[in-house]
């Protein structure tokens, strides 16, 4: 039986090994991308452009969720929410967007019994992260059981999540063994421009750069030492 993934590829690093990580295992992989209002969709959504081109995948789906914007409830979707600079932060940072990882995997359920697609791919990575709750290896857990409750009794979709227990520099170093094109993801909360470099993912991202022995390919506005 031929492995057919969706992948969901929001154009981030995570996303982008996710997506070499598929490539590899899968015989046929479809994307989808969402544009949920948030301040970077933009650079995003041309990272996912880039992506899509360098992997060619059988088909890619284009989502507009905007409604998450009218919800609110983070700084990446409320412009009167400012996104923390500092790296004291709460448990949960306001970054987090509310409960949007399963927005995104509805949507993928929906398509993947449609393909008669058998996995889906998802760049959450717990260990090493921002602390996002809809992130956790229980979350999906409960999910898979969700998504074997609430589809045909044929249907078998496996939630696969290949770098939740990873470190930020071990999934740079995987990426560059598949060789997933690095320069084309982005993770920048705040900037389509230059990468801010001050930012919550931009922290994570440039240290884990740093631990993985390896200079970050994308422009950031601050200087940096690599």
């Not at 993934?5 to 070499?20: K, N, R, Y």
């Not at 969402?34 to 284009?62: C, M, W």
């Not at 412009?79 to 409960?99: C, D, L, R, S, W």
């Amino acid at each position: 039986m031929n492995k057919r993934g969706i992948v969901l590829v929001s154009g981030g690093m995570d996303s982008l090994v996710t997506t070499a990580i598929a490539h590899q295992e899968c015989d046929e992989i479809y994307f989808l991308h969402l544009n949920y209002g948030q301040l970077t969709q933009k650079k995003e959504l041309e990272a996912f452009q880039n992506i899509k081109k360098f992997y060619q995948p059988q088909d890619a789906l284009l989502v507009d969720v905007s409604y998450l914007t009218q919800i609110g409830g983070s700084s990446l979707t409320d412009k009167n929410i400012q996104i923390p600079t500092q790296k004291e932060q709460p448990e949960v940072p306001n970054t987090y967007v509310p409960f949007r990882n399963a927005h995104l995997l509805a949507i993928a359920v929906s398509w993947a019994e449609v393909l008669k697609a058998n996995c889906i791919y998802i760049g959450a990575v717990e260990e090493d992260s921002s602390g996002y709750p809809d992130c956790r290896e229980s979350f999906y857990q409960a999910y898979q059981k969700a998504v074997e409750l609430g589809t045909k009794d044929e249907t078998r979709i496996q939630i696969e999540t290949p770098i939740i227990h990873k470190r930020k520099c071990q999934i740079i170093q995987l990426g560059q063994e598949l060789g997933a094109p690095l320069q084309y993801s982005w993770s920048c909360y705040q900037s389509n421009e230059k990468a801010c470099g001050v930012c919550d993912s931009c922290r994570l991202r440039i240290k884990a750069f740093k631990e993985a022995g390896i200079k970050d390919p994308i422009p950031y506005q601050i200087d940096i030492d690599w």
